[in-house]
């Protein structure tokens, strides 16, 4: 059985959505004592939109998802576990909140 070390959840935004992502993502930050990365007001990455990512504990996970599905405000949010590989990890173990956006994949093959 695979077992993640943690999770990533992504929230997607673009400059008419910064200043609510932002606030959300240190609402959970602060609210569940997780970690917060940079707010990027570029693409980086996979990810075909500004970001922000926090990192997860799998005992946290459950919570947390829940939270996110019921105040993510509209904003996508694609989460994902990371187990090693990235490849599976961002294509057949993903979960999409709101609109499905399609990955720049090419940097894991």
């Known amino acids: ?5 943690d999770y990533h959840v992504h929230f997607y935004f673009d400059q008419n959505t910064l200043d609510l992502a932002r606030q959300i ?3 959970v930050r602060d609210g ?3 970690s917060m990365g940079r707010v990027h007001e570029k693409n980086v990455g996979p990810h ?3 970001s922000c990512q926090l990192t ?3 005992e946290k996970f ?3 998802v829940s939270w996110v599905a ?12 990371n187990t090693g590989d990235d490849l ?3 294509q057949e173990h993903a979960i999409w909140m709101g609109e499905m956006l399609e990955l720049d994949l090419s940097s894991f093959h």
């Open 48 to 50: 075909p939109k500004w």
């Open 70 to 81: 019921l105040n993510r405000a509209g904003l996508t949010v694609f989460i994902h576990p």
């Open 1 to 5: 059985m695979i077992s993640p070390r």
């Open 32 to 34: 569940f004592s997780i």
């Open 88 to 90: 599976k990890d961002h």
């Open 62 to 64: 459950g919570e947390v």
């Open 25 to 27: 993502c240190e609402q």
């Open 56 to 58: 997860v504990s799998p």
